[in-house]
DNA sequence: TCCTATGTTGTATG
DNA sequence: ACATACAACATAGG
């Protein structure tokens, strides 16, 4: 699972979002991998200051204090990304994590960076300044010192790249859910660890299944061609999001899925828009039959 | 003014 | 114990 970031060198480009406050990006899968890397310049780098705000909301499960002052004057040595969640190893058996909720971010700047109202975290290094920024503060920080692993990270559910992830424990998970939708099951982290939203349309809409179809009635191809497009999607994903950014090509459903009156990119057919198992959901009718 | 937002969690109910 | 549904969290933008 986890990889170690490289020691590059040092990017003093400031990466801060210029209209100050969004991010068109929310963090899934492969946006996380893209954060977690925003961060790379300043591994190994010794922090000479923390600024943060003890009462924000993202800090409800961390001892600000004990983070603060285990930072100050440390260094982050490494970090790995799984799910939807970020863990950064410090100088001394220190675990750092983040999850970045519906707008957070993480972001490098200028050593003279000024910090905005939504940087709840700031870590100051003579190079650069790390940012963590996240005006909703859905997001969470979590902090411990020791060997052991900390919850919060081992118990994250088998990477969908992983040996585990099998279309067996897919088929088997499905099962159990014989009154839930498939769009709702598919947002499941303890089986589909880092699916969200525009994951879990684009995965359904290429492997032809209909959002509201009760999960436990996929039948065994089905249960396959979904596992298939689940690996591909994620896969995909993290190669490109995941490395820079960059919206998916026009073949995917991606760019057209907000667009009202969006066009399904294979069939040309307008696609359809509802709230499905709680969540704005797009499919395009043309491909996926409620049977 | 009202509605939306790509996430998770706590709680109530079946 | 497990499955299910939904309000709540906080903020900005259309």
Request: net charge positive.
């Amino acid at each position: 699972m986890g990889k170690d970031a490289k020691d590059n060198p040092p990017n003093i480009d400031c990466q801060t979002d210029d209209d100050g406050s969004t991010c068109s990006h929310m963090p899934e899968l492969a946006e996380v991998e893209y954060f977690r890397k925003q961060w790379n310049p300043g591994l190994k780098h010794a922090i000479r200051d923390v600024r943060l705000h003890p009462n924000a909301r993202i800090f409800r499960s961390c001892e600000v204090e004990e983070l603060r002052s285990h930072l100050t004057g440390g260094e982050l040595v490494s970090s790995s990304a799984a799910a939807k969640q970020m863990a950064f190893r410090t100088h001394r058996q220190g675990w750092l994590g983040i999850h970045l909720g519906m707008s957070g971010a993480l972001s490098v700047a200028n050593a003279d960076y000024v910090s905005r109202p939504a940087d709840h975290l700031v870590l100051v290094q003579i190079e650069r300044t790390l940012v963590f920024s996240d005006f909703r503060m859905f997001g969470r920080v979590q902090f411990s010192i020791g060997k052991a692993v900390p919850d919060w990270w081992s118990k994250i559910a088998p990477a969908i790249a992983s040996k585990e992830f099998s279309p067996a424990a897919v088929g088997a998970f499905l099962k159990r859910r014989t009154r839930t939708s498939i769009k709702a099951v598919l947002l499941m982290q303890e089986r589909f660890p880092g699916i969200g939203n525009w994951m879990a349309d684009e995965i359904l809409w290429r492997a032809a299944i209909h959002p509201k179809r009760i999960a436990g009635s996929l039948d065994a191809e089905e249960v396959r061609n979904l596992h298939r497009e689940i690996r591909w999607v994620s896969r995909r994903a993290l190669e490109t999001i995941g490395e820079t950014m960059a919206d998916p090509p026009d073949t995917w459903l991606f760019p057209h899925r907000w667009q009202n009156g969006g066009k399904c990119p294979r069939s040309g057919a307008v696609l359809a828009r509802e709230v499905v198992g709680g969540r704005t959901t797009c499919w395009s009718p043309a491909r996926q039959k409620l049977r």
